[in-house]
């Protein structure tokens, strides 16, 4: 599909940061014209740090921001697979897009980090069962969701069985609330996407990686005859502007990352060369949406600057 280009904040607030935290930022987001205002789903921190004052639920917070805001697209990258049944999370996911009035997506994965499984009880399947289950969910949370008003749901599969669903409630966003698939998979992933996504989204990945990936989902959708228009491609990078070269110092040093690496590896620099990276990446990608990694939550100006700076020169 043809679209505005559009820059979209992406929080990971499994590293320490409470709901009022998010709701500032989605606010802040919000009010300085971002697209949308996205979170992980995670229930255990990354990396140093306490991780203090502990993990949020991710759909129990984008259904408080759905109430707390009011025009700002509302989403994970990606919620897991192996922590919620499928039912249940069609249920919640459908649920919020009511409660937002239609401003919900639903980005989900396999799950991946052992560790957050471990701590919190979560049974964690060996990688193929994963991914088969991963599958399994896709098909059944779009089926409820496309199943007609007054018509049942019925699904049999190897991990999860339905009968006589009344695939209830229905999202406000109509067949369903954007779908969100991504990875880096050579072939399973790229006929999920092909199947199932409205978005293909790439993190933290280099511009080669990003366009041979794009590409492998181009194929796939050409080999069940769907347009390869239709599925957004989007990507996230961690974000780290400056005015200057002691701003960017400064703000890599916030978040424990070298300025040099980010510039490479990331979205660093000043507005000029950040604007300069997205443009590359859009010529050699086709890239339509850019999810802006925001390690350091109480730095708002961070988020203003890229939105005065770079937002308006991304037409």
């Known amino acids: 599909m043809s679209e505005a280009f559009k820059l979209r904040v992406f929080t990971e607030p499994q590293q320490g940061a409470t709901y009022d935290d998010l709701l500032?930022?989605?606010r802040t987001a919000e009010s300085a014209g971002y697209d949308a205002f996205f979170r992980s789903?995670?229930?255990?921190?990354?990396?140093?740090?306490?991780?203090?004052?502990?993990?949020?639920?991710?759909?129990?917070?984008?259904?408080?921001?759905?109430?707390?805001t009011s025009r700002i697209r509302l989403g994970t990258l990606m919620s897991a697979g192996t922590f919620r049944l499928p039912?249940?999370?069609?249920?919640?996911?459908?649920q919020?897009?009511?409660?937002?009035?239609g401003r919900v997506e639903f980005g989900i994965g396999s799950g991946w980090y052992e560790e957050e499984h471990t701590a919190y009880g979560i049974p964690f399947p060996p990688l193929r069962e994963r991914f088969d289950r991963y599958a399994e969910q896709l098909e059944i949370i779009t089926g409820l969701w496309a199943t007609p008003r007054g018509e049942t749901f019925d699904y049999d599969g190897t991990y999860y069985r339905l009968a006589d669903s009344p695939a209830l409630p229905k999202p406000v966003q109509s067949p369903r609330p954007p779908v969100l698939v991504g990875g880096a998979g050579k072939k399973r992933t790229p006929m999920l996407a092909a199947r199932y996504a409205d978005e293909f989204n790439l993190p933290f990945v280099?511009?080669?990686?990003?366009a041979t990936q794009f590409g492998r989902v181009e194929q796939a959708c050409a080999e069940i005859g769907r347009e390869p228009s239709?599925?957004?491609?989007?990507?996230a990078l961690v974000l780290c502007v400056g005015e200057d070269d002691a701003?960017?110092?400064?703000?890599?040093?916030a978040i424990g990352r070298d300025p040099d690496e980010l510039r490479t590896n990331g979205l660093a620099g000043s507005p000029a060369q950040v604007v300069d990276t997205i443009g590359y990446w859009r010529r050699r990608t086709g890239l339509n949406r850019l999810y802006l990694q925001v390690l350091d939550l109480s730095d708002l100006d961070h988020l203003e600057l890229v939105a005065s700076k770079v937002m308006p020169q991304l037409s």
């Open 247 to 253: 701003q960017v110092e400064s703000r890599a040093a």
């Open 96 to 101: 919020a897009d009511q409660m937002s009035g």
């Open 206 to 210: 280099d511009v080669d990686t990003a």
């Open 87 to 94: 039912g249940p999370l069609a249920v919640s996911v459908a």
């Open 41 to 68: 789903d995670h229930f255990l921190k990354m990396g140093g740090g306490s991780g203090e004052p502990g993990p949020t639920d991710a759909w129990l917070t984008l259904a408080g921001l759905a109430r707390e």
């Open 230 to 235: 239709e599925i957004v491609r989007s990507a």
């Open 24 to 26: 500032r930022v989605a």
